[in-house]
C-alpha cells in the first residue's frame, strides 16, 4: 500500500476512534464533527489510491467523493451530503448552545454509525 493512502487511512481510524470516545463522554457535537473528518480523511486516502497526487486541501465531502470515484449507496450519498453540512456547523457554530441541542445522543449515534459504515466502505474500495 502507497504509505501517503496507508497515513491517510491510520488518520481516519484514530478520528474514528475519537468520535467514538466523544460519544462516550457525551460530547455531541465533537463527536459529529469528528465522524466529518475521518470520513474526509478516508477519502483522500481514496483519493491519492486513486490519482496518485496529493488530495486538495477541501473538507466538502461531496467533491472528495467524486474526486476519488467513490462508490457509495444512495443512501450513504445522502449521508455524507449530510454529515458535510453539519461539519461546517459543528466547525463554526453559530449559537453553541443552540448547535449542542441539535445532536442529541440518539442523533449522534445514527452519524457514528453511519461513518463507521461509510469508512468501511471506502476501505474495500482502497484494498
Request: net charge positive; proline share 3%.
Amino acid at each position: 500500500m502507497d504509505p501517503q493512502v496507508k497515513e491517510w487511512l491510520e488518520q481516519s481510524e484514530y478520528d474514528l476512534d475519537t468520535a467514538k470516545s466523544l460519544y462516550r463522554a457525551r460530547r455531541y457535537l465533537y463527536t459529529i464533527f469528528m465522524c466529518h473528518l475521518a470520513i474526509e480523511k478516508a477519502l483522500k486516502a481514496l483519493i491519492v489510491q486513486q490519482t496518485g497526487k496529493a488530495p486538495p486541501k477541501t473538507h466538502n465531502l461531496i467533491n472528495l467523493v467524486k474526486l476519488g470515484n467513490a462508490i457509495l449507496t444512495d443512501e450513504q450519498i445522502k449521508f455524507v451530503s449530510r454529515l458535510s453540512l453539519a461539519g461546517v456547523v459543528t466547525r463554526y457554530p453559530e449559537e453553541l448552545k443552540r448547535a449542542i441541542a441539535e445532536y442529541l445522543r440518539h442523533v449522534t449515534r445514527d452519524y457514528l454509525t453511519h461513518t463507521k459504515e461509510v469508512i468501511k466502505c471506502l476501505k474495500h474500495q482502497i484494498e
